[in-house]
């Protein structure tokens, strides 16, 4: 067994009677830290006890995940620190069962990156010549071409609450790319994709969530992805079981595989020849997209 697995072996048997602050003051932990961060290590780690001290639901969670998220963190070097807004450690109560096949809750941590997080993992890479992520306000969006992108004029006083955001990129080769999604949009995407939309970061800033989902979608579609930002996207809303190999556990809808449900979904409409047999699916329509395939087939066979 290598020094390294010995000392991920010995952190997660010790996280699970430990409390955070006698967790992370222990030598071989603080260790960890130092060989990734080295003089900021301290300061990294006061700073996740600070987050972990201000929510009680935090407190309560499985200390190995609070600790495997604060590791995440810590490879990409970005700040556990909630006003900076470039990653953050949430708390989720994830269901299993018990010794008896019974549902149960506990209390784990999430790792979420902010939008700041991406954007300077972006600037690191040293391919981006700009990258940034903005409100949009009634009257500020000026034309929306399907082929040349967005237009905005940034003149118009900024008045309400945003009607969209955008993020935009350029690169140092000249490729750049805009994306804009309406408040409705966002929103729509928060409920589908974040169990904890309701409670959760959606819930109490809605405008960093909605600069963050647009910067990652921006980036994830269009941009160059270093090692460093896939490892970000990867691990981004995920339980951290290990930070070194990369281990992770989704407790969010994936996006992934809500597409292979829709995918699923459109062959079996496309194998309707008659309205009757289509109708025979309309109690398994689970979202707009398929709502949207089943309509355009009704159409046809009308």
Same mark, same amino acid.
């Given at each position: 067994?290598?020094?390294? =697995?010995?000392?991920?072996?010995?952190?997660?048997?010790?996280?699970?009677?430990?409390?955070?602050? $006698?967790?992370?003051?222990?030598?071989?932990?603080?260790?960890?830290?130092?060989?990734?961060?080295?003089?900021?290590?301290?300061?990294?780690?006061? #700073?996740?006890?600070?987050?972990?001290?201000?929510?009680?639901?935090?407190?309560?969670?499985?200390?190995? =995940?609070? !600790?495997?998220?604060?590791?995440?963190?810590?490879?990409?070097?970005?700040?556990?620190?909630?006003?900076?807004?470039?990653?953050?450690?949430?708390?989720?109560?994830?269901?299993?069962?018990?010794?008896?096949?019974?549902?149960?809750?506990?209390?784990?941590?999430?790792?979420?990156?902010?939008?700041?997080?991406?954007?300077?993992?972006?600037?690191?890479?040293?391919?981006?010549?700009?990258?940034?992520?903005?409100?949009? !306000?009634?009257?500020?969006?000026?034309?929306?071409?399907?082929?040349?992108?967005?237009?905005? $004029?940034?003149?118009?006083?900024? $008045?309400?609450?945003?009607?969209?955001?955008?993020?935009?990129?350029?690169?140092?080769?000249?490729?750049?790319?805009?994306?804009?999604?309406?408040?409705?949009?966002?929103?729509?995407?928060?409920?589908?994709?974040?169990? =904890?939309?309701?409670?959760?970061?959606?819930?109490?800033?809605?405008?960093?969530?909605?600069?963050? =989902?647009?910067?990652?979608?921006?980036?994830?579609? !269009?941009?160059?992805?270093?090692?460093?930002?896939?490892?970000?996207?990867? #691990?981004?809303?995920?339980?951290?079981?290990?930070?070194?190999?990369?281990?992770?556990?989704?407790?969010?809808?994936?996006?992934?595989?809500?597409?292979?449900?829709?995918?699923?979904?459109?062959?079996?409409?496309?194998?309707?020849?008659?309205?009757?047999?289509?109708?025979?699916?309309?109690?398994?329509?689970?979202? $707009?997209?398929?709502?949207?395939?089943?309509?355009?087939?009704?159409?046809?066979?009308?």
């Amino acid at each position: 067994m290598s020094k390294t =697995t010995e000392v991920a072996t010995t952190t997660q048997q010790a996280a699970v009677v430990a409390k955070p602050k $006698d967790f992370f003051g222990r030598d071989d932990v603080k260790a960890k830290f130092t060989d990734l961060m080295g003089k900021k290590s301290q300061g990294f780690i006061a #700073s996740v006890l600070q987050c972990v001290a201000q929510n009680q639901l935090l407190a309560k969670a499985d200390v190995n =995940t609070i !600790y495997q998220a604060a590791m995440m963190a810590a490879t990409l070097d970005l700040p556990i620190n909630n006003n900076l807004g470039f990653a953050y450690i949430i708390p989720y109560n994830e269901k299993y069962k018990d010794k008896d096949g019974r549902d149960a809750y506990k209390g784990v941590a999430q790792f979420q990156l902010g939008y700041k997080g991406f954007i300077q993992l972006a600037q690191r890479s040293g391919q981006f010549k700009t990258i940034s992520a903005t409100p949009i !306000y009634n009257g500020q969006l000026k034309a929306n071409n399907p082929l040349t992108g967005f237009e905005f $004029d940034f003149s118009v006083v900024p $008045d309400g609450e945003p009607v969209g955001y955008a993020a935009f990129f350029s690169l140092l080769n000249g490729f750049e790319k805009t994306l804009f999604m309406t408040r409705s949009e966002l929103s729509n995407h928060g409920q589908r994709y974040s169990k =904890t939309f309701k409670f959760g970061v959606w819930n109490n800033n809605f405008d960093a969530m909605a600069l963050k =989902t647009v910067t990652k979608l921006l980036l994830s579609k !269009y941009a160059p992805l270093s090692i460093e930002m896939q490892k970000a996207v990867n #691990s981004d809303q995920g339980i951290i079981h290990n930070a070194e190999s990369g281990d992770v556990t989704y407790i969010d809808n994936s996006e992934e595989e809500i597409n292979k449900e829709n995918e699923r979904f459109g062959l079996m409409v496309d194998d309707c020849k008659t309205v009757d047999e289509l109708r025979k699916l309309e109690a398994s329509i689970s979202n $707009d997209v398929q709502a949207d395939l089943y309509n355009q087939q009704l159409n046809a066979l009308s």
